[in-house]
Every structure is written in C-alpha cells, then in structure tokens.
C-alpha cells in the first residue's frame, strides 16, 4: 500500500496523459467481464436445451419406477391405506394387499409382513404389524404380528392361575362402541430344534393377571410364540441370555363375523369397513416380574410406516401423481415429487434468469396415463411434469458452476489490480514523489520537512524499482545523518544530566559545612549548585544512571552505617540514630558493596526520611547480621506510604511528596529511590520499603563476604 501524501509538502499539478493510460487499461478489463458474464449466458441457456431434452426421456423412467413400487406389496399397502392415518401409526389396524396371514407359519407371516412393510418399529428394539385382510370372507379378523427381546420364556402349566410369573399378552380392541380385553398366556411346546422355544398364546376373555378358575380359552383365538436365533446381548448360553422373540395372533371380532353373515348366511358387505380408522387396538407383551411391559404399541416414539409421499420419492420437485380410484366420486389423492433435488436451494436470481432464457423449440409439461390393479378395484394414475423441476436442478448445478464463473472474474479483477497497484500507482507515485523532490528543494523548510518524504516502499529490481532505488538512496543518507545527529544530541544531553544528578548530593552537603552567609566558599558553591541545576532539567537520566559501572568492592557495614549516622548533621539530616547487631560483638561485617555509590544511595532514602518525619524525631540506622546476608533497616516514624504506591516507588519518576510539602515539585523528581534501587541492584542487594505502625521502613539486603 502506498502511504498517504506528508501534510506541507507542496506538490505541482501533472498532465493527463497517465490518466488517459489508466482508462485504456481498465477499459480492456471491462471488456473481458462481459465477456465473460456473456458466454456463462450462453452456455447456460444451451445447458437448459439439454437438461429439457433429458427431462423428457427420464420423465418415462421415473413414472415406470413409480408403478413399479406402487405395484409392490409396500405401495400397495400404502395406496389401500391412504385414507386412515392412523393405521400408519400402529395404533389403528392396516389394510392388507394380501387376502389373510398365514398366521400359524413364523417364516411365511414374517415375510409378508416384510414384503408389506407394515411394522411399526418402537424404541427398544421391538415392532409390531396390526392389520386386517383384503377380503371379508377370510374371517374378518384383526392380525398382531412383531417381535420384541427378552430372556428365557417362562410357560404356564395347565391349571395355573396366576400368571404373574409367566410370559403373557394383554390385549384391548376398542370399536364402535365396544370394548373388548383378552389375556394370552404363552404355554410351551415341544421344541423343533435344540435352540427354538415355540408355544401357543391361549386367549382368555379379560385383562386380570388372574384367571378365573372358571375361565374357558376363546376358541376363535389363535396366537403363536416363537423364540430363536443368537442371544441379543452378547452372550453365548441360549438358555440365559436375550433373544429375539416373534409372536402372531389372530383376533376374533365379533362385530365383523356379525356383519359377513346374516341368519346364518354369507352377506355381501362393503370392505373395508368405513371406520377402519377409528378401530384401536392395544397390545402388550409382559414377562414374569416386570415392571414394565417388553412390547406397548402405545410407547411414544415409534416410527410411523411409510406413505405414498415416500413411495414417490423419485419424483421430482413439481412433478405431481394423481391417484383416483375408478367409478369412485371421492377426492382423488395427489402425491408431489420431493425427492432427488439439490440439498441446497439455488438462489431466486439465478431461477428467474434460467426461466428467462429462450428455448429454441416451443415445450409444454409431460403427462401421462396408466392403470393400478388394487384388491378394492383399479385406479387411474395420472403423472404430470413441471418445468420448473428442471429449472430448479439446473439452477442447483449452475450454482455450483456460478463460483468458477466468479473465480474467473476474480481472476481478471486481480490481474487489473496487480497493474492497478504494481505499475500504474507506483508510476504516478514516482512522478509526483520525483516532482515534489524538484519543487520543494529551494523551500527554505526543505531540511526539517525531508524526513516526511519517503521513496523506499517503490523500490524494486524493475525499471520503475531502480529509478525509485536510487531517490531512495539519496534522501536515506540524508536522514540518516539527521538521525545520527539527533542521537548524539540525545546521549550528550543524558550524560550531562546524569553527572549533574550525581554531583547534586555532595553540593548539597557542602552548602551545609559552608551555611554562613560570610563564608566566601558559599557564593562558589551556589554557582556550582546553579550550574547543575541548568544539566539537571535538560532531559531523563535513567537511560546514563542504568549504564553506570560500579566497581566491585568490599564494604565494612557497621563502620559505615556509624559514618553516615555521625555525618548526616553535615547535610542537613540531623538525630539519626544507628543501633549495631549485638551479635557481631563489634566484629567488621564485610559485604559487597562500593562505598561512594552506598552513600549516594542512603542519603538518598535519609532524606526522603527527614522530609516526612515528625519534627526533632530519630531516624533509625538499623544493622541485622546473618551467616549469608546483612541488612540496614532505615526508619522513621510519621505518615506511611499508600499501599498501591509501595511496589512503584522505586520507579523512575514516582514521588509521594505530600501536597503541604514546603519544597518545589521541582524537587521532587521521583529519582533518589530510582537511583537508589539502580545502585543496589548493580552491588548485587535488594532494597524494599513497607509500612510499620507508627511510620515506614526501608531494607537495604546485601551479600555478606567472609
């Protein structure tokens, strides 16, 4: 990116001829776009051709792969169970495509029910098909067949009563008013095979886990219970472990005997019965000691069966299947394609212009015509295309197509900005830079403003690069010797302010041995302290006092701490009072330390001592000795320090000078405990200041030599 023009710098107007390049250039670029968006046009529009083209030849495929599956015992299943939604959910009986179940055989009832697909599947595991056949005169009864897990299935014996400890069936059919409950227990037979446990599910009248000792089997009542196949649960003992368990029950229901015949004889009577809807039926499988039941067709969550939407899932979106029955005046039902179209939606753009597009041959929607032989009579099947179907897809398609398309825009929008940005910018940002260079260097601010002028971000290895290199080159060294010359103005300026800073204590002291106003050393002194303090407000001294080098020495402590106590009155700081370490018995305590740099740092914290002290009171010189370090403690009493300045203290430019203090802000620089920590931590101590409970304790720590 090019930076923006420096403010002041004066710039003279150029011609147009670089504007009249840029606009050939980005007229090129515009051409290529529409090009481009041009033939995308183009080529969709032949896309549309071939896509109606195909359309018309699959729309023969899908409508046979329809009828294919409505002709199968599924769609049929679906077709003849169209009106009764609640058949779909277990709830209400079925309609078979088949006469009756061959009820007695497990493999022959499990496979129609598979081939219909009439089950409803519940959460554990288990399922259940309740239907009636297509033909009155099979019987006119109700089918329960499914499956369900469980353990070993425990029989009733004859005369058993109570059938709490035996695997049993608890059955409720609600119609037209009635209500009616049977109890089947299972009662074992002999086995076929070494791992099947079949039995007979004997219907009794009722819903009691007792029977009645004068209860009677219904003789119409018919159900089987087999239990074969591995264990469900991982186990390898067939006599233990979980398995599948499929029954079949055929119930007995009076309403529809009494309605096929009539004094004895057949009746003709309308098939399927018109509230087959509303029919309810409940089912339960318990096993011994459970509290709940293995299999309720009543458990929420079951999955409903498949319905004619399902069955015409290779439509596509639009197409519709229109399914009448023959010679029937009722309304007839329509199924609209859902399946096979793109997971995401094109955009309504992109539709519009895909139906705008002209076709070179004039099309209308297909239909077609055929017939589907059910068990209650024929139907007339009627599908009917849509256009829009395939405008959809292939707007699902060109969607897709659409970000090669805008990666081909993208491609010339970038190739227009590399010469945009690479060439065309940086050749006017030369000229104007070369111009500004020729126009301003007689502007008598020409030095001061140059450093605002930079060329170096055009540099490059090119034409334009080696031109702008060398303008680069030549106002650099400009400013760097601008650079270095404020540089050395900077380190001078430290320099002196840190020598000033350094000679400023001593000065002090000796304007205290030379107070007398008719001591002639004093006015010298004065001028000395007036020449300092022109150094001292110049600039920071951090920077010159953090690169000082202290010489490594060897310090008596407890000497020097009773010199400091005895010459402090000689700077002003008078009743400083030392206590030594009695355990020393007045031996040396040598650490390491340098003498001049101590004392510089003491008299520092001395004075900050005297500042807030209580008028006349001591400060305390402290020395603590142990085998590894010493310390000084300084104390004074009076205000303490705020908590939140007790870790910023020693930072270079904090001061907690109290807003009554008699001396000038000026004084108070925050730069003797700066310079104090500075010192301490080049001779290897630490230095720490807390609150005590009647004013503030500074610790000196150093490292204590043998």
């Known amino acids: 990116m090019i930076p923006r023009w420096p403010a002041g710098l004066e710039m003279p107007r150029l011609g147009l001829a670089a504007l009249r390049q840029r606009l050939l250039v980005r007229s090129v670029f515009v051409l290529l776009t529409l090009a481009t968006l041009a033939l995308s046009v183009v080529l969709l529009r032949e896309e549309k051709e071939r896509a109606w083209r195909s359309y018309v030849h699959g729309f023969e495929r899908s409508q046979a792969e ?11 299943l679906a077709v003849l169970n169209a009106a ?14 088949y006469a009756a179940l061959d009820f007695d055989d497990q493999y022959k009832a499990q496979q129609a029910i598979e081939m219909a697909g009439c089950s409803v599947s519940y959460p554990n595991g288990s399922s259940l098909c309740t239907a009636i056949g297509n033909n009155p005169y099979a019987g006119g009864f109700i089918y329960l067949v499914g499956q369900f897990n469980s353990g070993p299935l425990q029989s009733r014996e004859r005369g058993m009563l109570d059938l709490a400890d035996v695997h049993h069936a608890r059955i409720r059919l609600q119609m037209r ?11 074992a037979l002999p086995p076929t095979s070494a791992d099947t446990v079949r039995g007979r599910l004997t219907g009794f009248v009722g819903n009691a886990p007792q029977l009645d000792k004068l209860a009677r089997p219904v003789r119409d009542f018919r159900g089987w219970l087999w239990q074969n196949g591995p264990c469900v649960d991982g186990g390898n003992d067939l006599g233990t472990c979980t398995r599948r368990a499929f029954f079949s029950i055929r119930l007995p229901v009076d309403v529809f005997r009494d309605a096929l015949f009539s004094q004895g004889r057949r009746v003709s009577v309308a098939w399927p019965p018109e509230d087959l809807g509303d029919i309810r039926v ?41 399914l009448h029955k023959t010679g029937s005046t009722d309304q007839p039902t329509i199924i609209q394609g859902a399946g096979r179209s793109s997971d995401t939606p094109p955009p309504p753009w992109l539709v519009r212009l895909i139906s705008a597009l002209p076709l070179d ?31 959809q897809n292939l707007g699902a398609v060109a969607t897709r197509m659409t970000w090669y398309v805008l990666a081909m825009l993208a491609a010339i929008v970038l190739g227009w900005l590399v010469i945009e940005v690479g060439l065309l ?20 601010q020409w030095g001061a403003r140059l450093g605002k002028l930079d060329v170096a971000d055009l540099r490059g290895k090119d034409e334009l690069g080696i031109l702008a290199g060398g303008l680069a080159d030549l106002l650099q060294r400009v400013q760097d010797d601008l650079h270095r010359e404020q540089l050395r103005t900077q380190q001078e300026r430290d320099m002196w302010h840190a020598v000033g800073h350094e000679i400023m204590s001593p000065l002090q002291s000796l304007m205290v041995l030379h107070s007398g106003t008719d001591d002639p050393a004093r006015r010298y002194v004065q001028r000395m302290q007036q020449a300092v303090h022109v150094l001292y407000g110049t600039a920071s001294p951090a920077e010159a006092i953090a690169a000082a080098d202290l010489p490594q020495g060897r310090l008596d402590l407890d000497a020097f701490l009773r010199t400091i106590a005895t010459n402090a009155p000689f700077a002003g700081i008078h009743n400083v009072v030392y206590a030594p370490d009695t355990s020393t018995d007045g031996a040396p305590v040598w650490v390491r330390a340098d003498e001049f740099a101590l004392e510089d ?24 000795a142990s085998a590894s370090t010493a310390s000084a403690t300084i104390h004074n009493c009076g205000s303490t320090i705020a908590d939140d300045l007790l870790d910023k203290i020693f930072e270079l430019g904090v001061s907690s000078a109290m807003p009554d203090d008699p001396l000038s802000p000026s004084e108070h620089r925050g730069q003797g405990l700066f310079v104090a920590k500075t010192y301490m931590a080049k001779m290897g101590g630490t230095i720490s200041a807390h609150n005590e409970a009647d004013g503030v304790a500074f610790v000196l720590t150093f490292q204590r030599l043998g």
């Open 282 to 322: 409940h089912l339960q499988m318990w096993a011994p000691q459970q509290a709940t039941p293995l299999l309720d067709n009543q458990t929420p969550g079951a999955q409903p069966l498949a319905s004619l939407q399902d069955v015409a899932r290779g439509l596509l979106p639009g197409e519709l299947v229109t």
């Open 425 to 444: 910018r940086r050749v006017k940002a030369l000229t104007r830079r070369a111009a500004a260079v020729s126009y301003n260097m007689h502007d008598a």
């Open 177 to 187: 008013g009635t209500d009616t409950e049977w109890v089947a227990p299972f009662e």
């Open 84 to 97: 009764y939604p609640q058949a779909h959910t277990g709830l209400a009986p079925l309609l078979l495509p």
């Open 66 to 76: 329809v009828m294919a599956r409505l002709r199968h015992p599924a769609g049929q």
């Open 601 to 624: 740092a003491v008299t520092h914290i001395l004075r900050n001592a005297d500042r807030y002290r209580p008028a006349n009171s001591p400060i305390t010189l402290t020395l603590t």
């Open 361 to 391: 041959t004039p099309v209308t929607a297909p239909t077609a015509t055929t017939q589907l032989a059910t068990a209650l009579g024929p139907y007339t099947v009627t599908f009917s295309g849509d256009l829009r179907g395939v405008e």
